[in-house]
């Protein structure tokens, strides 16, 4: 039975979550037992030796995504959603006696609902959000606060969390609804108190159904304690909402500090929630994902990871991490039991903790513990259709009202557009959904500096984006506007994060370094080589930034080696001059967080952060035209792949039946090699000609 859900307590559970949101510190008594019998006999305490499991659930990154529903394509959409996250939440719980469900941030933004609840109708102080209310309805113990959490300003985080934060600007005596969980977050401080935001871990008082030596039932005490860690980035990312409020720490300098103290309250087990995932890096107290060594600070027993969008353990032929120290067999990152279940609600990670206890204290058995995910995703029906475990029937009710306000919102009319806008084909030379940005983008920033930077109204302005959603979802993961009338839900579809447009001063040499970065997208292609080779490499493709003018031109040479790729770079029909300045309209993530691209993305080459996110900038400049064209706003090509005679063919994958969206971008040199590339994920494959 779980820790958290008792048929024979369910008054104190109750008052238990209803606690819990105000909690300074958890120090919290529930009763579990191995049967749902109603005996209100309580078994002695046992003082031999016993054993039990442990299992440690995990959510991550939902991003707002309760219902299997995209806002986007007004449609339902089965891969993914809490609803069906719930399902399997609750077959864990019926499998394991003793649970823990957690949950590791990114959790309040992300999708049209997110956004209504946030900005567009915000939620009184009395109503929780959305996401918080599905929670509710599986008792989640504890959580920890994402990189996405701080997305919409600390007064909107206080609100949600119940009130309580003490840091400037907030009303640290609002008495909110809040989340309904315990929060936990180690590494981030108030500038006012010097101490940390929220509480930086609970220690969870439980009693476990056990086995003692003889096989027989017990019911023995323990503490568990949880503690939080997220992506220091959040300083770069919301610069805006947090610079001077709030600073962070490392990871492993948190965990250093506060892992002896939560020991010295008694906690048997320790679960490390980190809101970042691996990177073979050497550590640094701002790196973005430190799992690798967050895992090797004494005291942890279990992590859950995120972040990262991607899963551990992984069963793949190639598995995402592969580093020093990662088992993806046994499931751990440096012998600590880990897991990171995808994202959106696509996996629930199960971690068994095998514990023993030796007549007072419990410890942690490492050579019996076991990670998996569990996919909602159960596997394909005759005609080769995914199918997906069922949805939890009782999370839906609980948010229709404003699930349904937010479809009306996003389909609020904004104006009408001649061609399908999509970036289908935009890693191979289609512009049609990312002129539009780069459009709206300069626009915006030209009429700011215009008016109120004059120090450089003489610099060229031009604007960068990207395909954020290119794929790596799967074959619906790419943006996909109709030809037909334009609402909002399209424009957020256009720009699927609620970023703020930035302005960065360069020179050309900056630039061709920026692309030089950008051109990681893809892989190196050998001419002469006969066998088949593919083009996208694992470069993310919202990094894919790119230029959509006639006033820049460029060619990429996917035979050279990264570094080496960017050829005839040309501002207005010349060669670019190393040292003309321009000025560049970005987000503030790549001009904040972007030192991977060139050294200025790190915020020093910021001219303006505006308080505009981009989805809004797109909007209104959607509504200023009206008419939206191919001609006018989505044939705009600044660069093609230098021609090149292969051996062999050079594929990629995008979605299924998608070529005449290349027929249509004028990219000729594509054609269709598979229906199904083999992926499992409703891709097909195609053929890029290099030569044409």
């Not at 230029?547 to 080696?561: H, S």
């Not at 029909?573 to 040292?579: F, N, T, V």
Request: with cysteine; net charge neutral.
């Amino acid at each position: 039975m779980p820790l958290s859900n008792l048929p024979t307590l369910q008054s104190l559970l109750l008052s238990r979550r209803l606690a819990l949101s105000v909690l300074a510190s958890a120090a919290l008594v529930a009763a579990c037992g191995g049967s749902d019998s109603n005996d209100s006999t309580t078994p002695p305490v046992a003082s031999q030796p016993a054993t039990a499991t442990l299992a440690v659930l995990e959510t991550t990154d939902l991003h707002f995504n309760v219902r299997s529903y995209d806002y986007f394509k007004l449609a339902e959409d089965a891969s993914y959603g809490f609803e069906r996250t719930a399902t399997l939440v609750r077959a864990a719980r019926k499998e394991f006696a003793n649970t823990l469900l957690v949950d590791n941030g990114d959790t309040i933004q992300g999708t049209a609902l997110a956004d209504y609840e946030a900005e567009v109708a915000k939620i009184p102080c009395t109503q929780q959000l959305s996401m918080y209310k599905a929670m509710g309805a599986l008792g989640f113990d504890a959580g920890t606060l994402g990189n996405h959490e701080f997305n919409y300003g600390l007064p909107f985080l206080n609100q949600v969390l119940g009130g309580g934060l003490d840091v400037d600007g907030v009303d640290k005596a609002l008495k909110c609804a809040g989340n309904g969980f315990p929060m936990a977050l180690s590494n981030v401080y108030s500038s006012k108190t010097k101490q940390p935001l929220v509480q930086p871990y609970v220690i969870l008082e439980r009693k476990i159904a056990a086995k003692d030596k003889d096989g027989k039932a017990v019911e023995l005490p323990i503490k568990i304690g949880v503690i939080g860690f997220t992506t220091p980035g959040i300083m770069n990312w919301d610069k805006r909402y947090l610079e001077g409020k709030l600073y962070t720490e490392g990871a492993v300098e948190s965990a250093q500090k506060y892992l002896p103290e939560m020991r010295a309250k008694g906690a048997d087990v320790v679960v490390a929630m980190l809101h970042g995932g691996l990177d073979g890096a050497a550590y640094s107290p701002t790196m973005e994902n430190p799992g690798l060594h967050l895992s090797k600070v004494a005291g942890i027993d279990a992590m859950v990871m995120g972040h990262q969008h991607s899963v551990f353990p992984d069963t793949a032929a190639t598995p995402a991490f592969t580093q020093a120290g990662v088992d993806n067999k046994a499931g751990t990152i440096n012998g600590v039991q880990s897991v990171m279940a995808s994202s959106w609600g696509k996996a629930l990670g199960v971690i068994q903790l095998a514990l023993k206890w030796d007549g007072k204290q419990w410890s942690v058995d490492k050579s019996a513990g076991k990670s998996e995910l569990r996919n909602i995703q159960t596997g394909k029906d005759a005609a080769g259709k995914a199918t997906y475990v069922a949805v939890d029937p009782t999370v839906a009710p609980l948010i229709e009202s404003q699930h349904q306000a937010a479809i009306q919102y996003v389909k609020t009319p904004i104006g009408s557009t001649d061609f399908r806008m999509s970036t289908l084909f935009a890693d191979v030379g289609d512009p049609g959904a990312i002129q539009i940005v780069n459009q709206a983008q300069r626009d915006y920033v030209a009429d700011y500096v215009k008016a109120s930077l004059p120090q450089y109204a003489q610099l060229p302005v031009l604007s960068v984006s990207a395909p954020f959603k290119s794929g790596f979802q799967g074959g619906a993961d790419y943006t996909d506007v109709a030809v037909g009338p334009l609402a909002i839900y399209n424009a957020a579809d256009l720009y699927l994060y609620p970023n703020t447009v930035y302005a960065v001063k360069v020179n050309g040499a900056d630039i061709k370094d920026w692309l030089e970065a950008a051109a990681k997208r893809f892989n190196q292609i050998d001419p002469a080589k006969t066998g088949e080779q593919q083009l996208i490499s694992t470069f993310p493709g919202y990094n894919f930034d790119m230029f959509t003018t006639a006033d820049v031109q460029y060619e990429i040479d996917v035979t050279q080696p990264v570094g080496s790729r960017i050829r005839n770079l040309q501002y207005l029909g010349k060669a670019i001059d190393p040292a003309q300045e321009f000025v560049i309209a970005t987000n503030n993530y790549r001009a904040t967080s972007g030192k991977s691209f060139i050294a200025k993305l790190d915020g020093s080459s910021a001219i303006w952060a505006s308080p505009d996110a981009n989805r809004d900038v797109v909007i209104g400049y959607v509504r200023k035209k009206g008419s939206i064209t191919r001609a006018a706003n989505g044939a705009a090509k600044s660069w093609r792949f230098t021609k090149v005679a292969t051996s062999a063919n050079v594929v990629f994958s995008s979605g299924a039946n998608a070529l005449p969206v290349a027929q249509a971008a004028g990219l000729a040199n594509i054609s269709l090699v598979a229906a199904d590339d083999g992926s499992g994920k409703g891709t097909s494959k195609y053929r890029l000609d290099l030569s044409k």
